[in-house]
């Protein structure tokens, strides 16, 4: 690797290091397998850095992320991986009552309803959500279509407003 390709890495991969472990963390489950990701992740951006041909590098990394995630998980853990039918979602319900809901219930129990959300779903609802990137830019990392990426949100947020609403009722 020549010099040049170390200063790229550094200026490209590493501002964006906290994010690709965030996501590791949501997609792997643990803290101990998104290390395992998230340094693989590393190694290889730092292999293709000469393949990042500008634009956004957050995405590209959180791309090369999702991608390792989704390959270990299918090596490691496979009964994880459901491919979901995007194509079954009927309509896109109110997002900011999903939103306040799900963002004013206590840490905890988000928690627990993010992790028990389908693979997919909780990608989505992270990356827009505690990632901040536009639907457009997870529609790059995920490699899907922008349609998809709201699909999968208001579906994330969907089951994520139906987990507080029983919680609620359970009190």
């Not at 890495?9 to 997609?27: C, G, K, M, Q, T």
């Not at 990701?37 to 999702?66: K, M, P, T």
């Not at 997002?95 to 988000?110: C, E, I, P, T």
Request: hydrophobic letters at 45%.
């Amino acid at each position: 690797m020549s010099a040049n390709e170390a200063e790229q890495f550094e200026r490209i991969v590493l501002p964006h290091l906290d994010a690709a472990y965030n996501l590791s963390r949501w997609l792997a489950g643990n803290d101990h397998d998104a290390e395992d990701i998230a340094q693989e992740a590393c190694v290889r951006a730092f292999r293709f850095i000469g393949g990042h041909r500008g634009g956004d590098a957050r995405a590209w990394l959180l791309a090369i992320v999702r991608n390792t995630a989704f390959s270990w998980l299918k090596k490691n853990r496979p009964a994880m991986v459901v491919s979901i039918d995007d194509d079954a979602l009927a309509e896109i319900e109110d997002q900011n009552v999903a939103a306040h809901s799900a963002f004013s219930a206590d840490k905890k129990v988000l928690r627990a309803a993010l992790e028990s959300l389908p693979l997919e779903f909780r990608e989505a609802i992270v990356l827009r959500e505690l990632e901040g990137l536009s639907y457009k830019e997870i529609a790059e990392v995920a490699e899907v279509p922008v349609g998809t990426v709201m699909s999968r949100l208001a579906r994330a947020r969907r089951q994520l407003q139906n987990h507080f609403a029983r919680k609620e009722g359970e009190k």
